[in-house]
């Protein structure tokens, strides 16, 4: 993992689109909008992450604000 600053996950999305597969790179989603970006997951994966970020959007927010100042990130929970 390499820590980079600014551009608010635009450098994260560009370095997963020019990511080589590697098994673990899947997909990309915005939290504001829960679209994907890039990548890609199958229909009922995604279903569920949406599903699950949808009740934790306010804890991916906080976090992303986090890992921006390279602070550690606060665990959360899993869908219920």
Do not use: C, F
């Not at 679209?35 to 229909?43: A, F, I, N, R, Y």
């Not at 959007?57 to 986090?66: A, N, T, Y």
């Amino acid at each position: 993992m390499e820590n980079r600053t600014g551009a608010s996950g635009t450098i994260a999305v560009d370095l997963t689109a020019k990511a080589a597969p590697d098994g673990y790179t899947i997909a990309v989603i915005a939290i504001d909008t829960l679209e994907v970006v890039e990548g890609g997951l199958p229909k009922r994966a995604l279903a569920l992450v949406v599903e699950w970020a949808q009740q934790r959007r306010d804890e991916l927010r906080e976090d992303w604000r986090l890992a921006e100042m390279h602070q550690a990130l606060k665990p959360i929970p899993a869908l219920v």
